[in-house]
């Protein structure tokens, strides 16, 4: 099969991107080091010498800024799991879920080897049951697992992860959701046969395999929808910049034997302060075979404050479009509020998010969605 041709243009412009919004950052990083030489006299600066930086007055703009939200706060709001696990039926269900899955980490960590007591194997699980509902699309539901078992045994850069991969190539904040994988049958609000597909992946994840290289990385060899055999490396590297600042990049490409080719580009930048309210955008920029575009693209530029512990409550502008046949285009924009908190229990959390955005391509005007996530972890 011959896939190098036919990625030559549409990857080329997609790793310009990435690089140039990279570069330009560790030149901006560069720029504001201390000299190594001795100081030398310097002339009377002129005004253009002495201007500052755009980004430098971002954090003058977010000062000037009044609020009516209260001061940000890292009080608890549930009691601590141990108080919690033998409350009720539901309570020690999931301490049993939660130590099955450690018991089970143990005994696939004593197939490669003699089990270290003191360091012993362990895993996480998270299960989402995530809600999308909006006036065109009507209510469909998507359950979502994600798990990760450490194997000590094959030392510690090794694991075994499992469950919906794409969950992976999302930011950590990932907010203002959209359903941008329908049911397949649109008729039906849960599809099971899809919901089997998207969380059918497993795979070993070698991660940090070289000191050398700058930055972190992951490399994941495994099965997904059932027959995709598949190999996916990742890439991340954060600056941290003068005035609070820290810009992360990371690539992911993944080659399945049925999707082909895979690239995502996610760009974040982030001025943060402690004990403050920081503020985000984040870019990601995606080429794939099986997509109709040659590029899709998504930006979320949001505030984010914290009430109590683990609480997130995030407002900002949503901006998404496409690159195809040499065709920019601006599809979607629009205002979005997400919030995210622990609900009764440590190990449950509510996420919602309310959102209105347009579609040009469907001729749909800005219109009302919601997406509600109700999560375990385990």
Not at 28 to 53: D, G, R, V
Request: aromatic share 14%; with cysteine.
């Amino acid at each position: 099969m011959m896939i190098f041709p036919k990625m030559v243009s549409r990857p080329l412009f997609y790793s310009f991107m990435a690089c140039s919004l990279g570069s330009a950052s560790m030149v901006y990083a560069a720029s504001n080091t201390e000299p190594q030489n001795p100081p030398q006299p310097q002339p009377p600066q002129t005004e253009a010498a002495t201007s500052e930086n755009f980004l430098d007055y971002i954090p003058k703009w977010v000062d000037a800024t009044p609020t009516v939200f209260p001061e940000q706060s890292n009080q608890p709001i549930v009691p601590p799991t141990a108080e919690t696990e033998d409350r009720t039926w539901i309570d020690r269900k999931q301490r049993n879920i939660r130590e099955w899955a450690d018991r089970t980490s143990v005994k696939i960590d004593d197939w490669f080897g003699e089990v270290d007591p003191e360091k012993p194997a362990s895993a996480t699980i998270r299960f989402m049951l995530d809600n999308y509902w909006n006036e065109y699309d009507n209510y469909e539901v998507k359950p979502r697992i994600r798990g990760k078992i450490k194997l000590p045994t094959l030392e510690k850069r090794l694991s075994l992860v499992f469950g919906d991969d794409t969950l992976d190539d999302e930011f950590d904040n990932n907010i203002a959701n959209i359903n941008n994988q329908p049911n397949q049958d649109s008729s039906k609000r849960l599809d099971s046969k899809q919901a089997r597909d998207n969380n059918g992946s497993i795979a070993l994840r070698f991660s940090n395999f070289s000191k050398r290289l700058p930055f972190e990385t992951d490399a994941d060899i495994g099965i997904r929808s059932g027959d995709d055999v598949y190999l996916r490396l990742r890439a991340e590297k954060n600056w941290t910049l003068r005035n609070d600042f820290h810009f992360n990049a990371e690539q992911i490409y993944r080659y399945g034997s049925d999707s082909e080719n895979y690239l995502r580009t996610n760009l974040e930048l982030v001025h943060a302060r402690p004990n403050q309210p920081f503020l985000s955008n984040q870019f990601s920029l995606i080429y794939a075979d099986e997509q109709d575009d040659d590029l899709t693209w998504e930006n979320r530029t949001f505030r984010q404050h914290q009430f109590f512990a683990h609480n997130n409550f995030n407002y900002g502008i949503y901006t998404g479009g496409y690159y195809n046949d040499n065709n920019l285009r601006l599809n979607s924009w629009g205002p979005f509020v997400s919030w995210r908190q622990p609900l009764w229990r440590e190990w449950f959390y509510v996420q919602g998010d309310l959102n209105y955005f347009n579609d040009h391509r469907e001729d749909r005007n800005h219109y009302v969605s919601t997406f509600i996530r109700l999560e375990t972890l385990f």
